[in-house]
């Protein structure tokens, strides 16, 4: 018996196999809209998973204060261990990975952003905010997403371009800071060396519909709740270049401190380094005793930056504190994002500067000193405003959070040419031999 499709006219079967449900226009919108659902849904889950982990060592740490001397190192050795034993490519990060993803679209599904890379990050980020890491989760979904998107379209049976992943990233950034114009401009100015028109509706589409799942399960919320000073002109035209200079500097020297200890020429560690469950063990005893002396530097560092905008007081040291856990926890090797982290550094050096300038609207300067800061790590101006303006509601100051971080990402030229996500990927593709 002769299949349905063979019965009816020939031009209507060439219609139905272009325009039909089984036709590449349709797969491939299947597969953006199930993988930008998927992305959503992961995004929130890995979020509340993140949040527990980070509440249950807090919780910890309250009861027994000594307990992180112990529980951090030991957790930084095994993670490490762990991660190099069944996941490498899951280390740091993930959005070095994504990067290097690009370069070659279809190898990457079964290793840069593969399955088994997507579910190590998941977990072992949940592990690293349970021994009090200072890590993020806003990497790590990236890469997460960037796995979904792939296999989804592999799913479909459609080919895999660089704009796939590009997408997926782009579309986790909105599901996990729930910023959907920060996840098109993390796109363009980040994943993206050179923006195709053709990559347009598919950022877009992905980003819109994960925003959409993450706004209508997790509810219309503000990252770090609503900020409505502002700055007079002649205040902006003070502050944002002396905010953008620190940041920039701060956030120059972040990046080049880890594109250094990547290499065998970092001082007396490339012993170490050969070593990396020692190494770790050291970068966690580092972080455990930062975090039991000061109490402020442990995890995301969300909550007290949240404080900070709001007008709360930190010790003057707190910055340098949490640059410094920071840095420990990057350079370990352990799966963890820098985002939350670096906007918390920021905040610190923002209270800094709101002392020097006591009589300016401290919320607003705590800000440029985030923008500027994060600029000055991630060397994405257009990203780190979008992201402050969108997370804090901050629209009022946009003007001076621009100057902040144009001056933050020339100053921070100066400090370190090469980008710190770029100079990450290009170490990616050199072990894996795809440079």
Known sequence: MKPLTRLL???FRILLRRHGPEALIWRRRVAILGGA?????????????????????????ARFWWAPLIATPLGFAAIVWLTNRFAPLARGSGIPQVMAATKNPEAALSTFVSARAAVAKFFLTAMALLVGASVGREGPTVQIAASIMGRMHRLMRIPIRSSVYIAGGAAGVAAAFNTPLAGVAFAIEELAAAYEQRMTLLVMAAVLIAGMVSLGLAGDYIYFGAMRQTLGVTEALIVAPVAGVFGGVAGGLFSRLMLSAGTTQFGPLPWLRARPVLFALGCGGVVAVLGTATGLTWGTGYETAHGIIEGSDVPVWFGLAKFATTLATAVSGLPGGIFAPSLSIGAGIGDLLRSVFPDYPPGAVVLLGMVAYFTGVVRAPLTAVIIISETTASRGLMMPLVAAALVGDFTAQFVCKEKLYHGLSQRFLRSSGQE
Do not use: E, Q, T
Not at 38 to 60: E, K, P, S
């Open 9 to 11: 006219p020939r031009r």
């Open 37 to 61: 659902v998927l992305v959503g849904l992961v995004a929130l889950v890995f979020a509340d998973m993140a949040d527990r982990a980070n509440a249950l060592f807090h919780a910890l740490y």
